[in-house]
């Protein structure tokens, strides 16, 4: 009903009535006139047979004609069909065939002796004539008369129903036509206006409420269209203010990128500054800290001594603050550099603790360090900047820390394929720090208790650059703490595992070899446990002296080593000595003692047994090791000599470099490891040299006159061809982050930095060479970076640095300072002239291959010069800076020639 329109409601509504009336009216009609036909009819029926039975009665001594007479008038009346007279046996029919009686049929009973039976169609009376019942009339009467009565009648009452309906809807339709219309109109014009037409206006000239209902439609958007005008109006003026606010915010923006801009460029100037002043401030303190350790050298007063120790500290730590000032600016300026090379965690942890011991043991600080078995022991990766992590996280342990312990820990964490994620914790018993702090714990100068700071120093940079490096090396950084218990700062990395370079078991002596262990403290006693079982040994731990001398009086000792370590600040010197005097003297077994200060302990115990031995804590592995060896009278196996032949390995190898020490020297670092070497010093050297023989590695200087390394590679690359890949290693003294991308893309397949040593060497041939197995033997330590070295600390020559950087070989250490001695005298007035004519490119290019030849010969502070001057030229610093620089580089080329060549490397042999 809901979807029925108004002009069908109101036709229902007026039809409805109508025909209702008219069907009930119909209805009672029909009903009347058909009780009043059968009435009729039966009436009807009845006389004829009345008037025939009394004709019959009235006939005196009838014969047979006369019944039949009789029956053939009874044929003539209306609605008659047929009749039959019986008298007993004897029947008289007039008409056709009577129809037979229903099998169950309704008797109905008019009065005494007449009944009528209805047939098919038809309608059968019967009375009876005499009170016998022998004679009886029966007459059938046709129904059909009946029913067209009937059926007329019904036709009647249709007719005039439907005429009276239709003469009830014709008023209707006008009715709803007049409504519908207006409405219809209506419609359509609200319509027209939901459209936006506003301007459209209804007239139907229909009065009372359409009409009102139209003036309210006409009213309605004539205030629409007002309306909307005034709004048209209002988004054209917002419009146009928002034109005007946006060309002004877009002016604001201008200014803002611009000043950004600026902002960058001043905060990368403050950066260059802090770093650049923080150089030049560390080359007078590093003098001043050098004369005076000369100086406590000398014979002095005890006053002048104290004075030259202030000094000294003082010193050192304004050194400390600038270095970190220094570290933190080279971040923020973006210069920040991470070497690949082959490192060794565990080492690295007990570099730092055996570097910071002297802090913890004169606050009578347990060190510990704690590596789990599953750590993998190589991998390659920056072991500078993970020192440099490890040494901010556990030096604050140890300022912050009044009592107790500071414990490293290194576990793995995951492992897929040769990258491995390792976690290191630094965990400390100090007084612990609050939520709040925690949160700005990493902010770059943020401590946590002031106080503290204002009592220990430092510049609360530690921790932000320690972060920064962190996260540069692919980890996370973190801390968990609560007040009262302590701190755990932690640190995540991503390290590669070095699976070319073959393990070697430098610690195998004591396999199966049973040792005691005697350690209070539990972290340092897990540590030593685990360091001890790694080498194989049979290790009993107890926690005190008092469980050892029980172990003693219940069974013989059993074990071949005794270790010993004792609590800081220990008062049991006595009980120690009697302890020494049976197991060294009665038992005869060896003892190491592990404490705090040896020189103390020496002191105390002045009849210190033969087979005893006291180590300071921690106790690296060397060190121990070297002291069960000595203990037991065996000698560490002998590493071959670097100049002893190695057995033809049956690989060739091309070295391209243009400097001739740098070639010299990586030659003859590769030939003693087997390897036949094709020196080039140029890039058409190397595509010649190339073309006639094949070879299994290249390693690749980056720049060199007329045809640098990238144009070198690819070359090569287009002699290799479809057919074979031959792999392509950069040699470069300096190299920004930016720059390694673009050697990788030029077609070169791995990076190494100068200065390289035989380990680094050995270890590209194992990753790029398949099938290259070298002699199993321990590989000569890598050669120190200069960033390891404080810049300006070191002398202008340090010949132990040029002797190990040579892996040790004296005449090639000297042959190389030589030869660089000799370039100087050419190199020195040539970037002279290049930078009198701002030649920046043949400045770079003579720079650069300076530097590369001071990475090998032990001169660092000119190796330093050298570096920052490149560094600048490759960032496109200014004249000024590059000027300074220039100078800077100059004078040490002045003050090395100006030292005697004999007296450098007189000390090489010392």
Not at 452 to 470: C, F, H, M, Q, Y
Not at 767 to 794: C, F, H, L, N
């Amino acid at each position: 009903m809901s979807n029925i329109n108004l002009r069908t409601r109101i036709l229902l509504m007026t039809a409805i009535p109508a025909i209702v009336a008219a069907l009930v009216l119909g209805g009672y009609v029909l009903s009347s006139r058909v009780n009043e036909i059968r009435g009729n009819t039966q009436n009807l029926h009845r006389l004829i047979v009345d008037n025939y039975v009394a004709r019959i009665r009235a006939m005196q001594s009838p014969t047979l004609d006369d019944y039949q007479h009789l029956m053939r008038a009874v044929l003539e009346e209306q609605d008659v069909r047929a009749a039959t007279l019986r008298e007993g046996s004897r029947a008289i029919h007039a008409g056709p065939r009577m129809h037979p009686l229903n099998e169950e049929f309704t008797l109905t009973q008019l009065a005494p002796g007449t009944d009528v039976i209805p047939t098919d169609g038809s309608w059968r009376w019967r009375q009876t004539l005499d009170d016998s019942n022998t004679q009886v009339l029966e007459v059938e009467f046709s129904s059909s008369r009946q029913r067209i009565e009937i059926l007329e009648t019904m036709l009647t009452l249709l007719l005039t129903t439907a005429t009276i309906i239709g003469l009830a809807l014709i008023p209707a339709l006008r009715f709803s036509r007049r409504m519908t219309a207006p409405v219809q109109r209506f419609t359509e014009t609200l319509e027209q206006i939901r459209d936006g037409e506003l301007g459209v206006r209804v007239h139907t000239g229909a009065g009372g409420e359409l009409g009102r209902l139209e003036h309210t439609i006409n009213n309605m958007a004539a205030a629409l269209q007002e309306a909307q005008t005034e709004l048209q109006q209002n988004v054209d003026q917002a419009t146009e203010d928002l034109r005007e606010t946006l060309e002004t915010i877009e002016i604001q923006n201008i200014e803002l990128d611009m000043a950004r801009k600026q902002a960058l460029k001043a905060s990368q100037i403050k950066s260059e500054f802090l770093a650049n002043m923080s150089h030049e401030i560390r080359t007078p303190l590093n003098g001043i800290i050098g004369f005076t350790r000369l100086l406590l050298r000398s014979e002095l007063s005890p006053r002048q001594r104290e004075y030259l120790s202030t000094i000294r500290k003082s010193s050192e730590a304004l050194l400390a603050i600038i270095n970190d000032i220094l570290d933190f600016s080279k971040i923020e300026a973006g210069k920040l550099s991470l070497d690949r090379v082959p490192l060794h965690l565990h080492d690295l942890i007990e570099e730092v603790q055996t570097m910071l011991a002297p802090l913890a043991q004169e606050k009578s600080l347990e060190q510990a360090a704690i590596i789990y078995s599953d750590v993998p022991l190589q991998l390659l990766g920056d072991p500078l900047r993970i020192r440099q992590v490890l040494t901010n996280l556990i030096n604050n342990a140890i300022k912050f820390t009044a009592r107790g312990s500071v414990v490293v820990r290194a576990m793995l964490e995951e492992q897929r394929d040769h990258l491995a994620t390792l976690k290191v914790a630094v965990t400390d018993t100090g007084s612990g720090i609050s939520e709040d702090m925690q949160k700005e714990l990493f902010s770059a100068f943020t401590q946590v208790d002031q106080s503290a700071a204002r009592r220990i120093g430092g510049t609360g940079l530690g921790l932000a650059i320690s972060k920064r490096l962190v996260e540069e090396m692919g980890g996370e950084i973190g801390v968990e703490s609560t007040l009262g218990r302590g701190a755990t700062f932690w640190f995540t990395l991503r390290v590669e595992v070095d699976e070319q370079t073959p393990l070697t078991d430098s610690f195998r002596a004591f396999r199966g070899v049973p040792a005691v262990l005697v350690e209070p403290n539990e972290h340092a006693r897990l540590g030593l446990y685990h360091m001890l079982r790694a080498w194989g040994m049979d290790v009993t731990s107890v926690q005190a002296l008092d469980a050892l001398q029980a172990m003693l009086t219940e069974q013989p000792l059993e074990a071949e080593f005794v270790i010993i370590g004792m609590p800081p600040g220990h008062d049991q010197e006595d009980t120690l000595q009697n302890m020494l005097n049976q197991l060294c003297h009665q038992l005869g077994k060896p003892v190491i003692v592990l404490c705090n200060q040896t020189d103390r302990l020496n002191r105390l115990l002045p009849n210190t047994p033969t087979l005893c031995r006291i180590l300071g804590k921690p106790a690296t592995r060397l060190r121990l090791y070297d002291a069960l060896l000595e203990l037991s009278g065996q000698n560490r196996e002998p590493t071959p000599s670097p100049a002893s032949q190695a057995p033809d390995t049956g690989l060739h190898v091309m070295v391209v470099d243009d400097h001739p020490g740098n070639l010299r020297l990586a030659r003859v670092f590769l030939e003693e490891m087997g390897v036949r070497v094709t020196a080039c010093a140029s890039g058409a050297e190397a595509i010649t040299a190339f073309t006639e023989e094949q070879v299994d590695l290249v390693f690749m200087d980056i720049q060199m006159p007329d045809m640098d390394g990238m144009q070198t590679t690819q070359q090569l690359r287009a002699l290799d061809g479809d057919t074979r890949h031959t792999p392509i290693v950069a040699l470069t003294a300096h190299a920004l982050a930016s720059e390694r991308q673009q050697l990788m893309q030029a077609g070169m397949d791995d990076y190494l930095s100068k200065p390289v040593s035989e380990s680094h060497l050995h270890h590209m041939l194992q990753k790029w060479v398949p099938g290259y197995q070298p002699e199993q033997r321990d590989a000569p330590p890598a050669p120190t970076v200069p960033a390891a070295i404080p810049e300006d600390e070191a002398p202008t020559f340090d010949a132990t640095l040029a002797l190990q950087r040579a892996g040790g070989r004296t005449a090639l250490a000297a042959e190389m300072h030589n030869m660089l001695l000799a370039s100087l005298a050419q190199d020195g007035p040539r970037i002279r002239a290049l930078a009198a004519q701002q030649d920046k490119p043949a400045l770079l290019e003579a720079v650069h291959k300076l530097h590369g030849a001071t990475r090998y010969c032990g001169a660092v502070r000119l190796e330093q010069a050298t570096g920052s001057l490149e560094e600048q030229l490759k960032t496109g610093a200014t004249d000024a800076d590059i000027q300074a620089g220039t100078q800077r580089l100059l004078d040490e080329i002045e003050q090395l020639l100006a030292q005697p060549p004999d007296s450098m490397m007189a000390n090489a042999t010392t």
